[in-house]
Structures are given as C-alpha cells and as structure tokens.
C-alpha cells in the first residue's frame, strides 16, 4: 500500500480507503463486515470513511467497535455530518446546534475520543458557512477531532470557505469528497483545480461507478440477480449507467486492462482515478474479502501515456451516453 499526504495536512492516507455507504449496518452482515476490516487493515489501508447519516447511525455502530481492536493511532477515521438524523427542524443540516450534537453522537456509536477527519456531507444553504466552519474550528480546538472537510462542495463554495478560514484564522479545510470516476468526471473542470490551488486533497468515492465499471453488466444481458443493480431499494444512481451505449464501451475499457496489464477493469478504473496528482485516496465499497485484496492490486498499476490515450477516447465517447452529475 502506498500512502499520500490529504492535501496540504501532514496527515497521511492510504491510496484504497474503506467506506460504509449501503454496507455496513444494511446490507452485510456483522462477521462478514468484521472479516472485510480485517482484511482491509492487512492489507494497509489505514483510511476507514463512514457518516453519521449511514443507515442512522448503524454503520458508525458497525465500524467503531471493530476498528477498536486496532492501535487508535495506526488508522484514520472519517465521518460526517448533514443529512437528517430526526424529525425535528435542527436536526439537519450544518447549523452549529447540529454539529456540535451530532460529532458527540458520532464519538458515542463509534466509542472514540476524537475522530481524524470531520465532513460536511454536503453544502448547507440555510445556515451561513461562516457560523460552520467556526464550529469545526472549535471542535479542532476542542480535541474532538483532528480535521475537517467537505464532500460534494463546489468550486465557489470551497473558494468562499477558504477565504473565510483566513480571514477568521481558524483551522484550514484539508479535504473535499466528491464522487469520481471514468464516467463521471465533472471536478477535473474547476474542483480539482481549486482544491489544489487551496490545499485540500480529494477523497473520491464511487471509483467503480456502483460497480459498472467492474465490467459484471454486460450491454444486452439481463443484470446479474446478486447485483447492486438488481436491488430495487438501493439501485437508483446505478440505473442510469445500465445504458447498452455506455456498456459497450466499457467493455473495450476492461479489454485494455486485460491486454496492458492482464488486469480487472476495476484495477484499471482504480489506478486511473489515483493517476490524478490532487486525488489523495479513493474509497471503495466491499461486500465480501476477495474484494479488498482486488482493490488494493490497482495501486500497482501505471499507466502509460499510451493507454491514458486510449482511454481518453473511449471516455470521450461515453460522454455523449452518460446524464450529467
């Protein structure tokens, strides 16, 4: 496993994170979700990403008491706070009531004394940026945790909190966490740049594409009955790939990972997301192992100026198929 710095901080983070979105808690049992952290941890990802808002709190419930069983300081853990956790008017969003209410929720289900990287889980047009970002500060003061930053910001509302950051001397943002990959592409136009131009590394998730890009849907083919796509509950996103277009095209993507590398497309999708200098992890998803040791083989991969070619003009041709993020 190699490591990289998240954006200016000096912490550092394993290229593969772990995530907990629609796994643990939900959809993968306790001892299976144990054996995946396990394996995770052997296999060096020290980056563990979950959200308060995940399965209301079940994944954090998940994902604390098994990470105990490793040296606190040997990992890093992110969670997150926004989406609704009740009924009540306060109980959303990143107004400093529900911040500072929901990080000790966080420290209880996840049974630590401070958490490593705190995340806006997305913007928050009701309550002034200036009112959260202070509030973060104080939790860094605090000692509650050691980070903070945003997931899914724009690059105006970035620009906007960094200035404010400055202007208030308080603890810079260190991260943003959008989703990224071969289909959807939409940061490397003015997030990536920003970012890199304010210190803040990217924490992607979705490399895969909910599994696309794992080459298991095949254009013309029914979906197979185990899948992700296959769960009406959770398949909404998923649905918009399933286009024969889009498929067709992804499986010339999996030939060039078997021609160049005798690779999986989802080593190849993985190692084209971290070819990306201000990418500092990307955080995959597992129901199973086999899954992590396959995951982890793509930081091994290094992509030519040849195959980048190549895949710019499959991904080119895709662009026409796939609905704007």
């Not at 945003?150 to 308080?170: F, G």
């Not at 084209?272 to 129901?287: E, K, T």
């Not at 930081?299 to 991904?315: M, P, R, W």
Request: hydrophobic fraction near 40%; include cysteine; charged fraction near 25%.
């Amino acid at each position: 496993m190699k490591y990289r710095r998240l954006g200016n901080s000096g912490l550092k983070v394993s290229e593969i994170g772990l995530g907990s979105w629609l796994t643990y808690g939900e959809t993968v049992d306790i001892d299976n979700a144990k054996a995946i952290i396990h394996k995770a941890y052997e296999s060096g990802i020290n980056f563990f990403d979950t959200a308060n808002a995940y399965n209301r709190g079940e994944a954090e419930r998940v994902v604390g008491p098994i990470l105990a069983e490793f040296p606190r300081e040997s990992y890093v853990l992110a969670t997150k706070v926004y989406f609704p956790m009740g009924d009540g008017p306060n109980d959303r969003g990143l107004s400093r009531k529900h911040i500072v209410e929901q990080c000790e929720a966080s420290l209880k289900r996840l049974g630590v004394d401070y958490i490593d990287l705190y995340q806006c889980h997305r913007f928050d047009e009701e309550s002034p940026t200036e009112e959260t970002l202070m509030a973060l500060d104080d939790l860094v003061r605090q000692g509650k945790i050691l980070y903070y930053g945003v997931s899914e910001w724009t690059a105006a509302q970035i620009t906007d909190a960094v200035h404010i950051t400055k202007q208030r001397n308080l603890h810079p943002l260190v991260s943003n966490q959008p989703i990224y990959n071969m289909l959807v592409r939409y940061i490397e136009k003015e997030v990536l740049p920003v970012s890199q131009r304010e210190g803040l590394g990217q924490v992607v998730f979705s490399p895969l594409a909910q599994g696309i890009l794992t080459g298991k849907y095949k254009p013309g083919q029914q979906v197979p009955a185990e899948s992700r796509a296959a769960n009406e509950r959770i398949n909404g996103l998923i649905k918009t790939y399933l286009k024969d277009e889009i498929l067709a095209r992804v499986a010339r993507l999996e030939e060039i990972a078997k021609n160049a590398f005798d690779a999986k497309l989802s080593q190849l999708a993985i190692a084209w997301v971290l070819r990306q200098p201000g990418v500092s992890s990307a955080i995959v998803g597992a129901s199973r192992p086999a899954q992590i040791e396959e995951n982890v083989k793509a930081t091994t991969l290094e992509l030519s100026d040849d195959v980048l070619a190549e895949i710019a003009g499959l991904l080119k041709e895709i662009d026409d198929f796939v609905p704007k993020w």
